[in-house]
C-alpha cells in the first residue's frame, strides 16, 4: 500500500452502514427473512462525487474523495481506491450489515504538480466488479509576489524596459451577490446552526464549495465566515478551481442508541443440547438508555432466512449509560432442520418500546453454523 495512502486510511469516515430491509409492521425484525441483508445480482456500481472531472487544486491542498458504493449487498469483498492505479486505500470485507448503498471518504494530501487519475473500485466475493475513474490537475503551488505592485518592468536583449504583464489575481476567492435575503449558517446544511441572515444584494466573496456544489462558504463583511445556499448567490466568476470541504462536523444528535456490536455461539452447536448466546450492546447516545426486556435471540435458517422459533427467548438489558456496554447472555436449545445452516439473529429492543435515535441498527447475526444431530438421529 502506498505510504502516504495508508497513513490516511485510518482517517477514512464511513458514515452511517444502514439495513436495507425495513422491519414489519410489528416492527419486530427477527420475525421472518424480510429482515435479511438484500443480495444483488450481477456487479456493484460505483459513483465519485467529489473531486468532479478537471477539477483544479493548488499543490500541498488536501484533496476529499468522496464516493458511494451502489448495489453493495453482504458479499462486497472489497472496495479499493487507486491514484494513478497505485493503491491509496482499502478495505476488505467492508458490508457487514449488507447495506445497499455504503458511502466512503478518504484524503489525499497533495504534495507535487500533474495530472492524476483516482479510481475507486468495488468487488464481488464472485470477482465481478466496479470501477470509476475521475482525472484531476494538482497546480504548482502560487509563489507570493515579491513587490506591492500589479506591475512590474523587466528588460528585453537591448537593455530596454518592457512592461510586464500584471499579476495573475488570487483565484481562492470569486466574487458574489445575494440575488435573495438568506440564512448563513456554520456548515453546508439547514442541520447546522444558524448565524445570521444577508439582505439581497449583499456581496460575499467565495472560498470554498461542499462536494455537491449546493453550497458555500463564504467571507462577508471583511472576514466573517459562514455557509450560505448556492441557489442565493450570483457568481462573479468560475468556482472551478476552488477548494472542495465537506465542513464541520454536525452537532451531536441527542438521545439513546443501543447497538449490537457483536454475536457469538460457541460451537459445535449440538441438537437438544443447551448452547449459550452471548451478545454485546453498546448505548452510542448522548443520553441513559432505561432497562428494557425485549431483547430477544432466535434462530434463522441460512437458505431460506426463515425463522425457526414463534417464541424466541428473552432477556433484559441493564440501563446503560451513554457509551457505556454490556454483555447478554441467552441459553438456546435447538431442535429442528438438524445438519443444515443456521445463524442466531439478536435484537434488542425488539418492537421499538424506546425512542432511539436511529431504530435500523438494533440487530446483529452470529456466524453461521451447522447444527449437530447429537441425540435427535
Same mark, same amino acid.
Given at each position: 500500500?502506498?505510504?502516504?495512502?495508508?497513513? =490516511?486510511?485510518?482517517?477514512?469516515?464511513?458514515?452511517?452502514?444502514?439495513?436495507?430491509?425495513?422491519?414489519?409492521?410489528?416492527?419486530?425484525?427477527?420475525?421472518?427473512?424480510?429482515?435479511?441483508?438484500?443480495?444483488?445480482?450481477?456487479?456493484?456500481?460505483?459513483?465519485?462525487?467529489?473531486?468532479?472531472?478537471?477539477?483544479?487544486?493548488?499543490?500541498?491542498?488536501?484533496?476529499?474523495?468522496?464516493?458511494?458504493?451502489?448495489?453493495?449487498?453482504?458479499?462486497?469483498? =472489497?472496495?479499493?481506491?487507486?491514484?494513478?492505479?497505485?493503491?491509496?486505500?482499502?478495505?476488505?470485507?467492508?458490508?457487514?450489515?449488507?447495506?445497499?448503498?455504503?458511502?466512503?471518504?478518504?484524503?489525499?494530501?497533495?504534495?507535487?504538480?500533474?495530472?492524476?487519475?483516482?479510481?475507486?473500485?468495488?468487488?464481488?466475493?464472485?470477482?465481478?466488479?466496479?470501477?470509476?475513474?475521475?482525472?484531476?490537475?494538482?497546480?504548482?503551488?502560487?509563489?507570493?509576489?515579491?513587490?506591492?505592485?500589479?506591475?512590474?518592468?523587466?528588460?528585453?536583449?537591448?537593455?530596454?524596459?518592457?512592461?510586464?504583464?500584471?499579476?495573475?489575481?488570487?483565484?481562492?476567492?470569486?466574487?458574489?451577490?445575494?440575488?435573495?435575503?438568506?440564512?448563513?449558517?456554520?456548515?453546508?446544511?439547514?442541520?447546522?446552526?444558524?448565524?445570521?441572515?444577508?439582505?439581497?444584494?449583499?456581496?460575499?466573496?467565495?472560498?470554498?464549495?461542499?462536494?455537491?456544489?449546493?453550497?458555500?462558504?463564504?467571507?462577508?463583511?471583511?472576514?466573517?465566515?459562514?455557509?450560505?445556499?448556492?441557489?442565493?448567490?450570483?457568481?462573479?466568476?468560475?468556482?472551478?478551481?476552488?477548494?472542495?470541504?465537506?465542513?464541520?462536523?454536525?452537532?451531536?444528535?441527542?438521545?439513546?442508541?443501543?447497538?449490537?456490536?457483536?454475536?457469538?455461539?460457541?460451537?459445535?452447536?449440538?441438537?437438544?443440547?443447551?448452547?449459550?448466546?452471548?451478545?454485546?450492546?453498546?448505548?452510542?447516545?448522548?443520553?441513559?438508555?432505561?432497562?428494557?426486556?425485549?431483547?430477544?435471540?432466535?434462530?434463522?435458517?441460512?437458505?431460506?432466512?426463515?425463522?425457526?422459533?414463534?417464541?424466541?427467548?428473552?432477556?433484559?438489558?441493564?440501563?446503560?449509560?451513554?457509551?457505556?456496554?454490556?454483555?447478554?447472555?441467552?441459553?438456546?436449545?435447538?431442535?429442528?432442520?438438524?445438519?443444515?445452516?443456521?445463524?442466531?439473529?439478536?435484537?434488542?429492543?425488539?418492537?421499538?418500546?424506546?425512542?432511539?435515535?436511529?431504530?435500523?441498527?438494533?440487530?446483529?447475526?452470529?456466524?453461521?453454523?451447522?447444527?449437530?444431530?447429537?441425540?435427535?438421529?
Amino acid at each position: 500500500m502506498h505510504s502516504e495512502g495508508a497513513s =490516511r486510511w485510518s482517517k477514512v469516515c464511513w458514515l452511517a452502514l444502514i439495513w436495507v430491509a425495513l422491519v414489519s409492521a410489528g416492527c419486530n425484525l427477527g420475525i421472518s427473512g424480510e429482515g435479511a441483508p438484500e443480495a444483488f445480482e450481477g456487479p456493484p456500481a460505483v459513483h465519485i462525487a467529489a473531486p468532479w472531472p478537471g477539477q483544479s487544486f493548488e499543490a500541498g491542498a488536501t484533496v476529499i474523495v468522496q464516493a458511494r458504493v451502489e448495489k453493495a449487498g453482504p458479499d462486497l469483498a =472489497r472496495i479499493s481506491v487507486l491514484l494513478n492505479d497505485a493503491l491509496l486505500g482499502e478495505r476488505l470485507n467492508p458490508n457487514e450489515t449488507g447495506a445497499a448503498v455504503l458511502p466512503l471518504t478518504i484524503d489525499w494530501p497533495t504534495s507535487k504538480a500533474g495530472d492524476f487519475t483516482i479510481s475507486v473500485l468495488a468487488e464481488r466475493g464472485d470477482g465481478s466488479f466496479a470501477r470509476e475513474d475521475v482525472n484531476i490537475i494538482v497546480m504548482p503551488k502560487a509563489e507570493p509576489a515579491s513587490a506591492p505592485s500589479t506591475e512590474s518592468t523587466r528588460s528585453d536583449a537591448a537593455g530596454a524596459n518592457v512592461l510586464a504583464a500584471p499579476a495573475l489575481a488570487d483565484k481562492k476567492r470569486v466574487g458574489g451577490t445575494m440575488t435573495q435575503p438568506a440564512r448563513i449558517r456554520a456548515g453546508p446544511g439547514a442541520a447546522y446552526d444558524l448565524l445570521g441572515n444577508l439582505d439581497e444584494n449583499h456581496e460575499v466573496m467565495i472560498v470554498a464549495v461542499n462536494p455537491t456544489r449546493d453550497w458555500y462558504r463564504i467571507e462577508y463583511d471583511g472576514s466573517i465566515e459562514a455557509w450560505v445556499y448556492a441557489q442565493s448567490v450570483r457568481l462573479a466568476g468560475d468556482i472551478a478551481g476552488l477548494p472542495v470541504e465537506s465542513g464541520p462536523p454536525l452537532p451531536a444528535e441527542q438521545g439513546v442508541n443501543l447497538l449490537v456490536l457483536d454475536v457469538m455461539i460457541e460451537p459445535p452447536v449440538v441438537c437438544n443440547q443447551e448452547s449459550i448466546v452471548k451478545a454485546r450492546v453498546r448505548n452510542d447516545g448522548t443520553d441513559e438508555a432505561q432497562s428494557v426486556a425485549w431483547v430477544i435471540a432466535e434462530p434463522v435458517l441460512v437458505d431460506s432466512g426463515a425463522s425457526l422459533s414463534d417464541n424466541p427467548p428473552l432477556a433484559y438489558l441493564k440501563t446503560l449509560d451513554a457509551a457505556e456496554e454490556d454483555t447478554i447472555e441467552f441459553p438456546i436449545t435447538l431442535t429442528t432442520h438438524v445438519s443444515e445452516e443456521q445463524f442466531i439473529r439478536v435484537v434488542v429492543d425488539s418492537g421499538n418500546h424506546l425512542p432511539e435515535m436511529d431504530e435500523t441498527d438494533n440487530a446483529r447475526d452470529s456466524a453461521a453454523f451447522i447444527l449437530e444431530p447429537g441425540s435427535c438421529v
